[in-house]
């Protein structure tokens, strides 16, 4: 089974910068496409930027050219670079597999984006 624990959310000004970091238990870790999801209040989760285990990516409109997804395969950890930060990209993030069945779900780090 494997456990996702999320970090390096927090409180920034529009424009600022974060890094979201998700550490994997499990072997299988290595060869899933993983990807980062959001959720804001009264909205549905959403998946914002991915990434294959040969570390292609892919993005949401609403984040490309802002975002910036990476692994370290060797780590277990997936990363979330987000640049430019604007007060719609307030919501907790979480990262799971992008195929479903999905890992169980982790606790998921808040940003929480101010103007």
């Known amino acids: 089974q494997v456990q996702l624990v999320e970090s390096g959310g927090g409180s920034v000004q529009a424009g600022g910068s974060l890094r979201l970091s998700c550490a994997a238990s499990?072997?299988?870790?290595?060869?899933?496409?993983m990807g980062w999801f959001r959720q804001a209040p009264g909205k549905q989760r959403e998946l914002v930027a991915s990434i294959t285990s040969g570390g292609s990516t892919h993005y949401a409109d609403s984040v490309k050219g802002r975002f910036t997804i990476s692994r370290d395969n060797a780590k277990n950890t997936v990363y979330l670079q987000m640049n430019s930060l604007k007060p719609e990209d307030t919501a907790g993030y979480y990262c799971?597999?992008?195929?479903?069945?999905?890992?169980?779900w982790g606790q998921g780090t808040q940003v929480t984006v101010s103007s």
């Open positions: 799971n597999k992008v195929a479903l069945p999905y890992y169980t």
């Open positions: 499990g072997r299988i870790f290595s060869i899933s496409a």
